[in-house]
């Protein structure tokens, strides 16, 4: 465990996995022109699509580089082949729906081939991922194929093969529910914390982007600056708690387990969260490029809608994390809902008793201390973030102690400390 823990904290984002994300930065820049470009819900659409293929293609190479390392010789000649088709896909990104739309599929396809045969190469030695790949290869490769098919259609022929292919690829990860995959914590959790750093830099872009054709008014300028204000509230949220409780529960899940915590976390639910910042960043490109104006339906939606769905995939994250943690350990985190204000009030009444029946029920300083106990333990627990209970006694997870110490009530018959066992 000790030698294991080791490996963990030592492990890093290398620099040419750094190399590798410059590409990406581009490709995330882009799928913004692409949207800028055809200001409508298809052209939206069109870019989530995109952004949906090439989330999925740099989410391959974080596994990739999690489990095999990425400056040996063939990894290494891989990782650039990789980019290159990379690079060519982003740059036919603006017409992937359109006159590039075949370019786009091929190069798609060689990304993901190429991903795959470094698979093979880290499953040489790894019967249990050579068994996993077996599995995660045929829906992997089949989709790519259907992106390229789809580049011989256009209009909602195209579409429909994109979508089919998408959910191919994402329903492909849930085939042999984690078993076989090796993660590696510390490495994993700041791979996708980096690129969380290059969507959010990406909104910066857009804010530079939006000013390049405008004088620099007092209205351009404050436009921009709370923007980037709005940008460092998006940092705050993420890097404050959730990477760091995110970390940590994943080191401490094993096996077949941690593999599908990653899944859920990483793989899926931060895509909603880049998208809420990409599309915030569209919004943000066009409010700048036409301060002072009314924002047209569809880059306000975007603008507040990407907000909106960043928070939102934030919610989501937290219980993931509850849910993981409820399932695999025996402690038992609070849900976000009605239910913890009812069991604060009956947690609070047993440990209680002389408070809870007689003269002590009317008296107004043991109810205020029920109610007060409940609100605080009805906010939203994060795991291992410790709460106050109701009689200021510390919490963690929203679990009361053994015993409570209740308020010195002054009227009825309640007169003294209680000092009773929760039941």
Request: glycine share 12%; aromatic share 8%; charged share 15%.
């Amino acid at each position: 465990m000790a030698d294991r823990s080791m490996t963990e904290r030592e492990q890093r984002v290398t620099p040419l996995e750094l190399f590798f994300d410059l590409v990406f930065v581009y490709a995330l820049t882009q799928v913004t022109q692409l949207m800028a470009n055809d200001l409508t819900w298809v052209g939206v659409g069109h870019g989530l699509l995109v952004l949906a293929a090439l989330w999925w293609a740099w989410t391959g190479y974080a596994w990739l580089t999690n489990i095999l390392e990425p400056e040996e010789g063939v990894v290494r000649a891989g990782v650039f082949g990789a980019m290159i088709a990379m690079l060519v896909a982003a740059i036919a990104v603006p017409s992937a729906f359109g006159a590039d739309a075949i370019l786009f599929g091929t190069a798609f396809l060689l990304v993901r081939l190429l991903n795959l045969g470094l698979d093979a190469v880290a499953g040489r030695h790894d019967p249990g991922l050579r068994r996993a790949l077996v599995r995660f290869a045929p829906p992997a490769a089949l989709a790519p194929l259907v992106i390229l098919l789809a580049g011989f259609f256009d209009g909602p022929a195209q579409v429909g093969l994109w979508i089919v292919a998408l959910v191919i690829l994402y329903a492909g990860a849930l085939i042999g529910r984690g078993a076989g995959w090796r993660v590696e914590p510390a490495h994993f959790a700041e791979r996708h914390g980096l690129i969380v750093i290059i969507a959010l830099g990406e909104s910066i872009v857009s804010i530079g982007v939006g000013s390049r054709g405008e004088s620099l008014t007092p209205a351009v300028v404050t436009a921009a600056v709370l923007g980037m204000v709005v940008l460092c509230a998006l940092w705050w949220t993420y890097f404050d708690v959730i990477s760091v409780l995110s970390q940590r529960q994943l080191s401490e899940a094993t096996g077949a387990a941690r593999a599908r915590l990653a899944r859920d976390y990483y793989t899926y639910l931060h895509l909603p969260m880049i998208t809420g910042i990409v599309l915030f960043a569209l919004g943000l490109r066009i409010t700048i490029d036409q301060v002072g104006e009314p924002l047209a339906t569809t880059p306000a939606v975007a603008l507040c809608g990407g907000l909106s769905l960043y928070f939102l995939t934030h919610v989501a994250l937290r219980l993931r994390l509850v849910h993981f943690i409820r399932r695999s350990t025996p402690d038992r985190p609070g849900w976000i809902g009605p239910g913890r204000l009812a069991t604060g009030i009956d947690r609070h009444a047993r440990a209680h008793p002389r408070c809870s029946g007689g003269a002590g029920a009317r008296c107004p300083r043991a109810r205020r201390g029920a109610v007060l106990g409940t609100h605080r333990l009805g906010r939203s627990a994060l795991p291992g973030a410790p709460q106050r209970g109701p009689t200021g006694a510390t919490l963690a997870l929203g679990n009361l102690p053994g015993t409570t110490r209740g308020p010195r009530c002054r009227r009825g018959s309640c007169r003294r400390p209680c000092g009773r066992a929760a039941a």
